[in-house]
């Protein structure tokens, strides 16, 4: 063969292959899905999937506790006075909340929000929670929970910001 087809049909090959790359043709499938993810109420994440990139079933919550409550900083100030001075109540703290297994020692962490408040589906067990403190204030203690099935437990937490 001439120089000169081998190039011409190694060109059209590559335009080709281009092209079918470009128009999707060559996916399996024909349909190719985002990266994204969608939380799940137990904590866990999935993906999207099959033909019509629909999100994967989450995991069912049946049996699942609610654990929820509020961190909140205090004191606020050096004294307390008698009646209590509203601007010296405790604060809401926006930190990292980890909820530990005692029974297996699996943990997950998750931000409280703007007004220190955190809502999470856990599996019936105990459970140590702790929110991220400061290095050496405020400093937050350990609080344990117990929850069953199907239960909504309000924990609370409260951390020392040290003024005396």
Known sequence: MNRNVLTVVAALLVIGGGWLWYSGAATLGGQQ????AKMCPDGSSVGRTGPNCEFAECPSTEGYATLQGVVTLGPTCPVETTPPDPNCAGKTYQTILTVRSITDGTSISVPTDETGSYMIKVKADSYMLSASGGD?????????AQVAGNEI????????????
């Open 33 to 36: 899905c985002t990266m994204d």
């Open 153 to 164: 437990k309000t924990v609370d937490i409260s951390c020392d910001t040290g003024i005396r």
């Open 136 to 144: 050496p204030l405020p400093f937050c203690k350990e609080v344990s």
